[in-house]
């Protein structure tokens, strides 16, 4: 995920950052972004996402990889901003990964916003929690994760912290998404069978 050299030296001095509760951004360091484009293939209707990225390719989420240590001692961490938006009836998502450590899992706080975190195992198993500001969603080791902002108008703000050691496996996410996609249907949310993944 990060394009610097991660370390594996423990971390020995506290690190704190200031993150603006009002955007989920920190001035401490550049996020990651993730323009529509870097999502091809992933949204069920490619018309309205071809559409869409010719039109300005808007940002659909950023966040933040703080280098830590590749080690399970340490613990990574972050905010994630995704914004509000659709591509047809799908809203805006993340990418969605696997743990490279299978079994490490993770924890979100919603700071702002409201969505679903989006959870699937390797076998199809699906979960689905919902977010709002306050409220934690423990994503349990092997399961994939995403994060869906279901708000018209405002970006959903979590902060995440996961093992430093647990990696991003897109495996086969990147190329078939999940196995559930969540399309608006007249302002509601729900949950429909991606007609993209195929066994
Ligand atoms: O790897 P993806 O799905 O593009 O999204 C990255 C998201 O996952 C995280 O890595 C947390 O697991 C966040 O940094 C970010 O919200």
Not at 31 to 49: I, Q, V
Not at 140 to 156: D, K, M, Q, V, W
Request: hydrophobic share 35%; charged share 25%; aromatic share 12%.
């Amino acid at each position: 995920m990060s394009s610097t050299t991660a370390s594996l030296d423990p971390i020995v001095k506290a690190v704190a950052t200031q993150f603006d509760l009002g955007t989920g951004l920190t001035a401490d360091r550049p996020s990651l972004k993730r323009p529509l484009s870097a999502m091809r293939g992933l949204y069920a209707d490619t018309e309205a996402f071809e559409a869409a990225v010719a039109a300005g390719d808007p940002l659909s989420y950023e966040f933040y990889d703080f280098d830590v240590p590749l080690l399970e001692t340490e613990v990574a961490y972050g905010t994630s901003i995704t914004y509000p938006g659709k591509v047809g009836d799908e809203y805006y998502m993340t990418k969605g990964h696997f743990h490279t450590r299978l079994e490490s899992a993770e924890i979100y706080f919603c700071l702002s916003g409201q969505g679903l975190m989006l959870m699937e195992s390797p076998e199809g198993d699906v979960q689905v929690e919902e977010f709002r500001p306050g409220r934690s969603v423990y994503v349990p080791g092997r399961y994939a994760h995403r994060s869906i902002n279901t708000s018209a108008s405002e970006p959903l703000i979590t902060f995440f912290a996961f093992p430093g050691d647990a990696g991003h496996d897109y495996g086969t996410i990147e190329t078939k998404g999940f196995r559930t996609i969540v399309l608006d249907r007249d302002g509601v949310p729900e949950l429909v069978a991606n007609p993209r993944w195929a066994d």
